[in-house]
């Protein structure tokens, strides 16, 4: 068994941008939010990706605006280290090494040069505590800078950033965690502590949620678990402190944010409304309802223009100061569990699985953002736990991508379940799916597997279906039976069954010819044309989980996977056991494009990933511990472009790429070195063109330089001689930002010096320029009588800056020369150093 080091697993979108509080940029343009281990920045009107600042090499757990500088972000995570970027260009400015992993961090502009993060409590206690701690910045030139002075701040915090907040702008910083709330003031040194009980009177819980300071007065919001908010005055006296109660929300209140001038109060919760209250009017609140999901953080542009939330289901939701929904940047959308396999939709080539409740998601893999979510339950979701609501819990497309089949159910406790079996068109002109059929309760029991497919012969689509009421079912799509208006619709063309077996998953062969059904421990083969029980494949006991057939050369083979962790493969021909092998296969799928097929194996804790072919006995590929956990949920996705690999070993990602879900709902796949290696190159690659006008400053970045490496006119490559390149240095000056170059006047002052004439020797100087004057008189004078540049070639010769021309080339006027015979003259020696590499 062969493992290759150069194919790596890495993290493919669909990450998480929800998990901490976005970030609004001063001038409301950008919009920065943590995203797996990067800091992903959108544009707030476009709602597209502008960079991604990649670095980090574990969780972001923190996006925060340095605020001595506008244009600057710091991120930390729980790889122990502070990143400050520059967010306009996409550019990593300077790391600064903690040593312990980070979980939130916060900033104030009185406290320059110092960030607070919060860090884990070094104890032997189990249950973990965190404590708030003041990092100083060291001020050094390097990039990677190691932060050694920490002073602890606060102890016993909470990890969650939305506990923590400055008041009047860094005077003091309130801390909330459990049921005490924590007030530290910097000048005097000292920390007041407030404490509530665990229920009230009325059985409400007093647990602290979230906090926010008033940017200009002393009060402190608190949001709570019982869905109350309380406003906290006269907290820098330890027994005067008084607080009243605001009550909206009807659950825990997740976020609370003050507006800049602190005239507003914005909270949030499940209820997925925005609630705004008048700060000292707090009778006065407006709403802004129906936003989709449950509210998880709220924050607010510096200029009070734009406010932010995010919602559970993986969404960013940019409004107009609590006017209207201005942006909607939506993320993969992850559920407690996806029941529908991951499916690759023909036509857009986007990933489809369960999105948000009753609906199905559309996600560019390319571009990493969800294309839009279609409606199959077709109801309204409501809130609360408890409730058994419909949802989807299977899917299947045809190879085309015409026809789309959703499994939808409901289980009370008391009552029969609920089935839904619904097809849907593509319709061309509105480029999405239509409902073209609903059949209700098609079984009798769970439906347990389904698969669609367009029988090229008899131009029909079947779909089949199989239950654990022991039979399976072929849908067949028939012309409208009544009137000419009427579409067509499906119906059912023919139920089988097996010795009273229950069916547990199906599959057609890639032509179509062939349907292969397992009934517990037998495996069953059926023509679609005429549903006639071809043949039966039996083996070694245990029931059959996965059904594949193998593609283009090897669609003769019939592979599956039993209870008894056997990887069986048959040979249709012979209708014998091909071969058979032990492995514990949780997932087993075929590449659509070719005869590759990939199967996860768990093994002590971890998934293994085995790729071969059906007709081959050694694995294409193999990788040991490609992630924790069991992978149930994989599709191969074709590519848009295909690679050129010439090694072997990755030659089955050429035309298609594999991804993966994890057990934390991570989208996983698998790239070459050489493949990450061209992006990054691509991605960072300056391209100069060579058609620029022939300027003095275009002749000083290295033209000029061109005649000592003349060629003769008659060599044929002489056309094709590749420009001189510059040397390191001038790559660096024209790829490094402006803001780490040395000062504008620095390097302004060495060019104007450059240019000006030495008058050390004004003896020596004054003869050449009478000389020069003269000479400008001479030709005055005898402008009538100078002959054409053609005529006259050592002229050409004299005044050529080293560039060679032909005998045809356009005439000089008399400025032009005089201008280059004075370019000539001048000192050009200060950019020497910068063009030899």
């Known amino acids: 068994m062969v493992e290759h080091g150069d194919i790596r697993v890495v993290h493919r979108g669909g990450s998480k941008i929800n998990f901490r509080e976005p970030v609004i940029t001063s001038d409301s343009r950008f919009l920065l939010c943590a995203s797996g281990e990067c800091v992903k920045v959108f544009s707030s009107s476009t709602e597209e990706c502008i960079h991604d600042l990649r670095g980090h090499t574990d969780l972001v757990t923190g996006v925060l605006l340095k605020p001595s500088n506008h244009l600057q972000v710091y991120s930390c995570s729980a790889d122990g280290t502070v990143r400050l970027w520059d967010f306009t260009d996409g550019i990593l400015i300077k790391t600064y090494v903690i040593g312990y992993p980070i979980y939130s961090i916060h900033a104030s502009a009185k406290h320059e040069g110092v960030i607070f993060v919060v860090t884990a409590t070094v104890s032997d206690k189990r249950t973990e505590s965190f404590q708030l701690v003041a990092v100083h910045l060291p001020q050094s030139g390097d990039q990677l800078v190691e932060a050694r002075e920490l002073s602890a701040v606060l102890s016993n915090v909470s990890s969650n950033p939305a506990a923590i907040d400055f008041g009047r702008g860094g005077e003091y910083i309130a801390s909330a965690s459990g049921l005490l709330l924590e007030v530290f003031f910097f000048k005097k040194q000292k920390a007041y502590r407030f404490s509530l009980k665990e229920d009230n009177k009325k059985g409400g819980k007093n647990t602290f949620m979230c906090i926010s300071c008033h940017p200009k007065d002393d009060c402190i919001a608190t949001g709570h678990e019982d869905g109350k908010i309380r406003l906290w005055r006269n907290f820098n006296h330890q027994k005067e402190y008084t607080y009243t109660t605001l009550h909206w929300h009807h659950n825990a209140v997740s976020s609370l944010c003050f507006t800049p001038e602190g005239t507003n109060l914005l909270s949030g919760g499940i209820e997925s409304v925005l609630v705004q209250w008048r700060y000292n009017q707090e009778s006065q609140k407006d709403f802004l309802p129906r936003l989709g999901a449950a509210i998880t953080h709220i924050s607010v542009s510096p200029d009070g223009e734009l406010f932010c939330t995010s919602h559970s289901d993986n969404k960013i939701t940019i409004i107009q100061s609590c006017v209207k929904v201005s942006a909607v940047i939506q993320g993969l959308v992850k559920g407690e569990n996806v029941k529908t396999d991951l499916m690759v939709d023909p036509r857009s080539k986007s990933l489809v699985l369960n999105g948000k409740p009753g609906h199905l998601q559309f996600y560019s893999l390319q571009r990493d953002k969800l294309l839009y979510n279609l409606?199959?339950?077709?109801?309204?979701?409501?809130?609360?736990?408890?409730?058994?609501?419909?949802?989807?819990?299977?899917?299947?497309?045809?190879?085309?991508?015409?026809?789309?089949?959703?499994?939808?159910?409901?289980?009370?406790?008391?009552?029969?379940?609920?089935?839904?079996?619904?097809?849907?068109?593509?319709?061309?002109?509105?480029?999405?799916?239509?409902?073209?059929?609903?059949?209700?309760?098609?079984?009798?029991?769970?439906?347990?597997?389904?698969?669609?497919?367009?029988?090229?012969?008899?131009?029909?689509?079947?779909?089949?279906?199989?239950?654990?009421?022991?039979?399976?079912?072929?849908?067949?799509?028939?012309?409208?039976?009544?009137?000419?208006?009427?579409?067509?619709?499906?119906?059912?063309d023919f139920v089988g069954a097996y010795h009273s077996m229950v069916p547990q998953c199906c599959c057609f062969s890639a032509d179509g010819s062939l349907l292969a059904v397992s009934f517990q421990e037998v495996v069953t083969v059926w023509s679609p044309a005429s549903w006639e029980l071809l043949t039966t494949l039996s083996q070694p006991p245990g029931a059959i989980r996965n059904l594949c057939f193998g593609r283009l050369s090897c669609s003769k083979y019939l592979l599956g996977t039993t209870a008894n962790n056997l990887l069986c493969c048959w040979n249709l021909l012979t209708c014998s056991l091909e071969w058979s092998t032990s492995m514990d296969v949780s997932l087993l799928l075929a590449d659509p494009i070719s005869e590759n097929m990939a199967a996860f194996c768990c093994q002590a804790g971890a998934t293994d990933l085995f790729l071969f072919k059906p007709s081959e006995p050694r694995p294409l590929f193999s990788q040991k511990a490609v992630c924790s956990g069991k992978v149930t949920r994989a599709v191969f996705a074709p590519r848009e472009e295909m690679l050129e690999s010439c090694e072997e070993s990755s030659q089955w990602l050429n035309r298609s790429q594999l991804y993966f879900l994890t057990q934390y709902m991570d989208l996983m796949t698998f790239t070459t070195k050489a493949e990450e290696d061209r992006l990054m190159a691509a991605s960072k690659q300056l391209v100069i063109d060579d058609t620029v006008a022939m300027t003095p400053f275009y002749l000083l970045l290295g033209k000029h330089r061109q005649h000592e490496n003349q060629v003769t006119p008659s060599d044929p490559s002489a056309e094709r001689e590749p420009l001189p390149q510059g040397s390191v240095a001038i790559k660096e000056l024209l790829q490094t930002p402006a803001h780490v170059l040395p000062s504008t006047s620095f390097l302004c002052s060495m060019f104007v010096r450059s240019l000006l004439i030495s008058v050390t020797d004004t003896s020596a100087e004054s003869k050449p320029a009478e000389e020069e004057m003269e000479s400008e008189k001479e030709e005055e004078d005898s402008e009538g009588e100078m002959e054409t540049s053609s005529s006259r070639p050592t002229q050409q010769t004299s005044v050529g800056v080293g560039v060679t021309e032909s005998a045809d080339s356009p005439a000089l006027t008399k400025a032009q020369v005089r201008e280059l015979r004075r370019v000539r003259k001048l000192d050009h020696s200060w950019i020497t150093g910068l063009l030899d590499p």
């Open 375 to 492: 409606d199959i339950v077709q109801q309204e979701f409501i809130h609360e736990l408890g409730l058994q609501q419909f949802e989807v819990v299977n899917a299947a497309f045809d190879a085309s991508g015409s026809w789309l089949a959703t499994v939808e159910e409901r289980k009370q406790k008391d009552t029969e379940l609920e089935l839904n079996l619904k097809l849907w068109a593509f319709d061309e002109q509105t480029q999405s799916f239509v409902l073209n059929t609903t059949i209700s309760a098609p079984h009798e029991d769970r439906i347990t597997d389904m698969c669609l497919c367009h029988a090229d012969e008899s131009q029909t689509t079947v779909l089949v279906s199989t239950s654990k009421d022991g039979h399976f079912k072929a849908w067949q799509l028939a012309a409208a039976a009544h009137t000419e208006d009427e579409g067509p619709s499906w119906m059912c």
